[in-house]
């Protein structure tokens, strides 16, 4: 679906501020309110708009470890693959899983409570998967930054 400076202006308001109503996007935008409702919903109906969620602050809630962990998978095939991203569906504390080029198979990105809740995760959870072969685990010390943005400015070009 071609964007166009309208639909990425949009784009941009509902990703700084999910919760803006229809009008307030609209006046936002310099668009009628029936041609804003009317494209966000082509929007969503297209899959450019996923979904509207909230975001929790994770310390606040008592999430205060971060893990970047790398896994190897025992075996490279399609049925083992398949099993596997099941599985990390079903893991709550796997925030982000991507499947990588180069040494390592996949990239998780991890929420934890603190480290015996990771040791958990990883001893009970990742490494007792048959998949997975090993992994390598690096802990963010500290947010430098943080955004669920995706960078929009000259996509209409």
């Known amino acids: 679906m071609p964007l166009t400076r309208s639909d990425l202006t949009l784009l941009s308001l509902i990703q700084a501020d999910g919760a803006l109503s229809h009008a307030e996007l609209a006046e936002r935008a310099a668009m009628s309110r029936s041609t804003c409702w009317r494209r966000l919903n082509e929007l969503q ?4 708009i996923e979904r509207r969620v909230a975001l929790l602050d994770a310390r606040a809630v008592g999430l205060s470890l971060f893990a970047m962990t790398w896994v190897t998978m025992q075996e490279h095939n399609d049925k083992v693959r398949k099993a596997f991203e099941t599985f990390l569906q079903r893991v709550p504390e796997v925030l982000e899983a991507y499947s990588t080029s180069g040494n390592w198979d996949y990239l998780l ?18 490494l007792s998967h048959p998949s997975v072969r090993t992994t390598s685990t690096s ?19």
């Open 45 to 48: 109906e297209a899959g450019v």
């Open 109 to 126: 990105i991890i929420a934890a409570r603190d480290m015996d809740a990771y040791d958990r995760l990883l001893n009970g959870t990742l």
């Open 139 to 157: 802990f963010a010390l500290r947010r430098v930054k943080y955004t669920t943005a995706l960078p929009l400015d000259g996509l209409d070009k």
